[in-house]
């Protein structure tokens, strides 16, 4: 009688953890989906609402070093407008490292069927594909996955990440070309502000400093995603970023590097451009306009030094 009582309140006791857990799980799945759409409900501008996964043939890794072609798109209308911004994202799992590598736009390489070429006309030539192609003729380096960023929609997935802004030293005013005036001064920039920070190039640095103004924002954006804020609007930054982002990365891939990254978060971002210092010449050709004429055998062993310490 006893041993028939017991079974029967582990019966019950496991009956009502099993109603509690439907509960939970409904109400998580209930507010994932409310973030998400939330998140959507602010992206609804987004140039890649529809499903634009684009050629791409890059080896699938899922364990190891991965390698992503982070592209920032400039279009005005176009399908494959010139790439604004080229860089180079590796995450090693067994290492748990980040490592990023900016890829000036107007470094004069070979284009396969097309010659010599600014390395950002490769994607107006043939996507992504072609980029990676070309990255791998002239660098030497395999590339995974992709993904194009719209910087429409920079400024809405930054101030998700960043709510209450980031804080950034601008050494001078900015204004031309960005449609804002950034004032000089340590201050906290938010999404449309820190869009304008990054893309500034028209001062005596050019290029060189709108590269490392990225690389810097970047770093810190970094650390506001590996926040516990961060981890609870998941759903919504998602929601965000969909319309906006272009990738071939697969949910599984995504969702195992959030994790990783997540578990590890005090190892920092550590950053490389090239070309490096010394390493190109200023020149003008006249087919492409002016263009970074750099020593490829020089830059290729940076890289490869940097990418495998």
Known sequence: MERTSRRK????????????????????????????????SLASDGKFLEDTEQVF????????????LLLGSDSRGEVNARTDTIMIAQ???????????????????????????????????????LLR??????????INYYAVVDFEGFSKIAD???PDGIEVDVPYEMSHGIGITIEPGTQILHGKELLGYVRFRHDRLSDFGRVQRQQEIIGKL????LSIGTIIKLPKLLGVIDPYVDTNMDSITLLMLGKDLIKNQSNDLTTLRIPVDGSYTNERYNNVGAVLNIDLEENKSVIDQFLSS
């Open 133 to 142: 192609q070309t990255i791998k003729e002239n660098f030497q380096i395999d």
């Open 57 to 68: 043939h890059g080896e699938d890794v899922k364990l190891g070093k991965i390698n992503v």
């Open 160 to 162: 998700v990440l960043a």
């Open 222 to 225: 970094k650390e506001e995603s």
């Open 9 to 40: 309140m582990r019966k019950r006791g496991k009956r009502i953890f099993l109603i509690i857990f439907i509960i939970l799980f409904g109400g998580v799945s209930a507010y994932a989906t409310y973030q998400y759409k939330q998140g959507l």
């Open 91 to 129: 995450y090693d799992q067994k290492a748990h490292q980040s490592k990023l590598i900016s890829i000036m736009r107007d470094i004069y390489v070979t284009i396969p069927g097309h010659g010599k070429q600014k390395i950002n006309a490769a994607y107006a030539f043939g996507g992504p594909e």
